[in-house]
């Protein structure tokens, strides 16, 4: 997720500001940079790295917050998709790595190497294609602190107001190996994941996934979760004195559905308002999109000392239980969005995450809607349309790591995956109407037509797969659409002029790409549609006629009054920033 700008667009959309979106916990200690390596996720995997799948995860992390550390275990299970004789593994070298053994036998230390992150482990024997091969890794030290997480990632280690230890680890930007050995790349899943976390007695540690059981050993205690295809980013640690309140949601599907929620001790009825959210929120999402993809684990949500991610079945949630006259939780549905778009469906590089953040940052608006109103949907929406930056494309057609799509000083797309993505899938759902927008989603997400519980298993997406769904399902070529919208940086613009009786309409694309979109014009009371063949139409108007072109604001395009708001908003900053002393 990592919704910053977002958020804090919000926040000053709504004139709000202070302590709501600040961190809690103290400033991170002088600590060990990490590599080029680990600080990215899904740097050019080597060859090696997909001789393997990635069969099952045992992870057995014990964590100290009185000494910010912890100790792991990680016994990591492959197949062999091609012969190999090396398993290379992401893992931070600021955890070393004490020991290796393989398929249950110590490896000699000199066996194994991690100089850069990205440990290195000889095997002492071939793998033949088809054959299977583990690897135990005892690691352990100071995981990375985040600085300010979740955008800038890592483990939290904070406190509870009453001084009570209370630690969360965000790690999308970073991945997985900042704190296990992993797969650090989207398509990185294990099949199954068993996480065994082990803290301070009283201290409790929702987890991925179902859970398993706790064990007692002297003061501490050990909770075990297990996940089927967890997301690398998403799986994570969590630990406080948590409350917790469970319920059950009966699914329109047919199946019944875990509800839990951790909370702080202390916030009881705020807790209880946020958790009455839960079932009204799936019951959207399913209706809209379709079943609940971890139905037969749980809806699982923790509260985490900062804002929040999509951690798969343990959704962090960190808004402080803020109001803003909507009358929902934006920051958990956000979040919760990312079961389907993120988590079910996951990009295939991270070139595509609009994907992901695209469509998670429509459904608030859809959301908002559905609660409330037009006024609701549309408020929304304008404010999303006045953040969108149009730098550099949202899709570059070339591999990319995350920070790199984050980071527009690079020629990512940054916040435009949010923005830019909602309001283009806004345009498209205009476009070819409501049964094949939701079918063409349903389609990217499940991988099929008719979603039910226990009929589909997660997809691994592309912006080129997205394409050929929507092609697929509207009997139509619509390649034309995306090009524009998500492989240039500007928007396509449109040129109206009024000579006489005739308003002509005329698209530019950029780089001179074709553009039918249809135009719709309010003439006086009427609304007429422009077909715009070719990028350009002309309709006959009346001398004196009051006319709105795109009366209904579908149409995301190029517009002066939104270049000269933002370009005035900058030089407030800018002129706020020279006059501070
Ligand atoms: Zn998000």
């Not at 926040?11 to 680990?38: N, R, V």
């Not at 050019?44 to 790295?49: D, R, S, T, V």
């Not at 469509?359 to 929406?381: E, K, S």
């Amino acid at each position: 997720m990592r919704p910053h700008l977002l958020a804090l667009s919000l926040t000053l959309a709504l004139g709000l500001a202070g302590p709501a979106f600040a961190q809690s916990g103290a400033t991170p200690p002088t600590q060990p940079a990490l590599t080029a390596l680990t600080k990215d996720s899904g740097t050019p995997m080597p060859a090696e790295q997909k001789r393997v799948h990635f069969d099952h995860a045992e992870l057995h992390i014990a964590v100290h917050p009185d000494t910010q550390s912890i100790d792991g275990k990680a016994t990591l299970s492959f197949s062999a998709l091609a012969p190999t004789d090396v398993l290379l593994l992401d893992l931070d070298r600021n955890l070393p790595v004490s020991a290796v053994g393989v398929d249950g036998k110590a490896l000699p230390a000199g066996a194994w190497s991690n100089p850069d992150g990205r440990l290195r482990i000889q095997l002492p024997h071939a793998v033949a294609k088809g054959g299977k091969v583990s690897a135990t890794i005892t690691y352990g030290g100071k995981p990375h602190v985040a600085k300010k997480a979740p955008w800038d990632g890592g483990f939290v280690w904070s406190h509870t107001k009453d001084g009570q230890p209370w630690v969360g680890s965000a790690v999308e930007g970073e991945g997985c190996d900042l704190f296990w050995p992993c797969v650090d790349q989207p398509d990185g899943k294990p099949d199954l994941l068993d996480l065994y976390v082990t803290v301070p007695k009283p201290l409790v540690a929702p987890g991925n996934g179902v859970f398993v059981g706790v064990t007692e050993q002297g003061d501490t205690r050990t909770y075990h979760w297990r996940a089927k295809h967890p997301t690398t980013y998403a799986v994570s640690i969590n630990v406080g004195p948590y409350r917790e309140l469970k319920g059950e949601y009966r699914s329109r599907y047919g199946n019944t559905i875990p509800l839990y929620y951790w909370y702080l001790p202390g916030e009881e009825a705020q807790a209880r308002a946020l958790f009455a959210e839960f079932p009204r929120m799936l019951d959207f999402f399913e209706a809209k999109i379709g079943p609940y993809p971890w139905g037969d684990e749980k809806m699982g949500v923790v509260e985490t000392p900062y804002e929040g991610m999509e951690h798969q079945t343990i959704n962090a949630y960190g808004n402080h239980y803020a109001k803003d006259g909507n009358g929902f939780d934006w920051l958990l549905q956000h979040e919760f969005s990312h079961e389907w778009f993120g988590n079910q469906m996951t990009n295939a590089n991270w070139d595509d995450m609009w994907l992901h953040e695209g469509f998670a940052t429509l459904m608030q608006p859809l959301y908002a809607r559905h609660l409330n109103g037009d006024a609701a949907y549309y408020a929304w929406l304008n404010r999303l349309r006045m953040m969108i930056a149009n730098r550099h494309p949202v899709v570059s057609g070339q591999p990319r790591t995350e920070e790199a799509v984050y980071d527009d000083s690079r020629g990512g797309p940054g916040q435009d995956i949010y923005n830019k993505g909602a309001l283009m899938l806004q345009t498209l759902h205009h476009l070819i109407g409501d049964q094949a927008f939701y079918d063409s989603i349903r389609e990217l997400v499940y991988g099929r037509p008719d979603p039910k519980p226990g009929n589909f298993v997660p997809q691994y997406r592309s912006t080129a797969d997205y394409m050929r769904i929507v092609n697929r399902v509207t009997g139509k070529d619509y390649d034309w659409f995306f090009k524009v919208y998500l492989y240039q940086a500007a928007l396509p613009k449109l040129d109206a002029q009024r000579h006489g009786d005739t308003l002509d309409l005329r698209w530019e694309a950029p780089a001179k790409l074709p553009f039918p979109m249809p135009v719709d014009v309010q003439v006086d009371d009427a609304v007429h549609t422009v077909p715009m063949t070719d990028g350009h139409g002309s309709l006959a108007v009346p001398a004196g006629a009051l006319v709105t072109i795109d009366p209904h604001s579908v149409l995301l395009r190029d517009e002066p009054r939104i270049t000269e708001f933002q370009q005035w908003m900058q030089q407030q900053r800018r002129e706020r920033k020279a006059a501070k002393p």
